[in-house]
């Protein structure tokens, strides 16, 4: 049924950018329970949420940090710094870390015993996720090939659809692509049967990739908002981050070429019309008439350019549950979510918190 919205929308608009967009309704039904979540740490930029054997890992700006949520102390402790900002972490079940650099490409191993593994300029620069097979293989999504990952509104603006993925032996640096072409792939989890699920962001959408014979099936689409990162769930499936909103505002700027390009040449990229990992009060963003405050108040159902979203998809990609942050909250801009220790924690990148999902899964979890 996902393929014939698609269809759908394609029959009556000139290219994919149409102007209308999923509706928020169904599985995705709006409520404020990642908004009423616990709040656990306050980071700056907290991103790449990773449980490994050592504990729950982060990591903010350029810094690696170890967390344990269920110890006396809930205080990051810094475990590795890197030269430019962490773009993914990956970690496998013996303990080692994939950790992505922008700009510098990968490192494996661990804190203190790092190995570069050398990658052309174009895929070091855009690192966007990972994930170790069972068998220690290291898959690896390159966003875009164009643009570093900072520069991921750049890259939607653009129509970027240079994003790829790799197989990685960690082992020697060799490196074989397995899907090419890819709107921005964001976030990538180990599926039961072996295969990729991969969430494309700048086309809404999940697909599989089996590593044996890399070619992208769609899993899920029409997605009312851009997915990030992926990460497994202990009863069955995959958890998703959905970092920003999908919008008919955002649709049409992507729509008209001519009005799109003025704005990139002429205006600061802060102030573009698009997507945002959180809210802002300052006078010259742009504004939607439904996003004005009526007598100081800001509507939950505003359209607005951030939101927060998180969702649990089942063995098939099918969305069962979501967790919300309206445009009245805060907990905006999630870019990843994952178990650890038998709960549930998603990172708000927008508001630099560190949230737990209260009585998000019903048995012990994921380790």
């Known amino acids: 049924m996902a393929g014939l919205g ?3 929308r394609r029959l009556f608009s000139a290219d994919e950018a149409g102007i209308s967009v999923p509706a928020m309704d169904g599985v995705f039904k ?3 329970r990642l908004e009423e979540a616990e709040r656990l740490v306050s980071l700056p930029a907290i991103d790449n949420l990773v449980s490994s054997p050592a504990g729950l890992l982060c990591s903010s700006g350029k810094t690696l940090f170890q967390l344990d949520p269920g110890g006396a ?28 650099i922008e700009g510098e490409g990968l490192q494996t191993g661990q804190p203190g015993a790092w190995k570069r593994v050398d990658l052309p300029g174009d895929i070091a620069s855009c ?11 290291l898959y690896v999504c390159v966003g875009s090939r164009r643009h570093p990952a900072r520069d991921w509104k750049r890259d939607l603006m653009e129509g970027g659809s240079s994003g790829m993925v790799l197989a990685i032996d960690s ?3 060799s490196h074989r692509e397995l899907a090419a072409r890819l709107a921005f792939p964001n976030g990538v989890v180990m599926l039961g049967n072996g295969h990729l699920a991969i969430s494309e962001s700048w086309r809404h959408r999940i697909v599989a990739v089996d590593p044996k014979s890399p070619r992208p099936v769609a899993m899920l689409e029409d997605l009312p908002a851009y997915p990030s990162r992926l990460s497994p769930s202990s009863e069955g499936g995959f958890w998703m981050a959905l970092f920003a909103p999908c919008r008919q505002l955002f649709e049409l700027v992507l729509r008209e070429d001519d009005y799109r390009r003025e704005m990139m040449a002429t205006i600061d990229p802060g102030e573009w019309i698009g997507p945002e990992l959180a809210g802002s009060a300052r006078p010259d963003q742009p504004l939607s008439q439904g996003s004005v ?10 359209p607005s350019r951030s939101y927060g979203l998180v969702a649990r998809c089942d063995d098939s990609g099918l969305p069962r549950e979501s967790w919300h942050s309206r445009a009245d909250g805060s907990m905006h801009g999630i870019t990843s979510v994952c178990e650890h220790g038998g709960s549930v924690y998603a990172a708000s990148r927008g508001s630099g918190t560190l949230l737990r999902l209260p009585g998000a899964i019903s048995g012990g979890g994921l380790a």
């Open 73 to 100: 102390s809930l205080s990051p402790v810094a475990i590795a710094e890197f030269a430019a900002p962490i773009s993914f972490v990956a970690s496998a079940p013996d303990g080692r870390l994939a950790v992505g």
């Open 30 to 32: 709006p409520d404020n």
């Open 6 to 8: 698609t269809f759908v």
């Open 293 to 302: 405050r009526q007598m100081g108040v800001l509507k939950p159902w505003a």
């Open 127 to 137: 690192l966007t996720a990972g994930v170790f097979a069972a068998d220690g293989s």
């Open 171 to 173: 082992a020697d640096g």
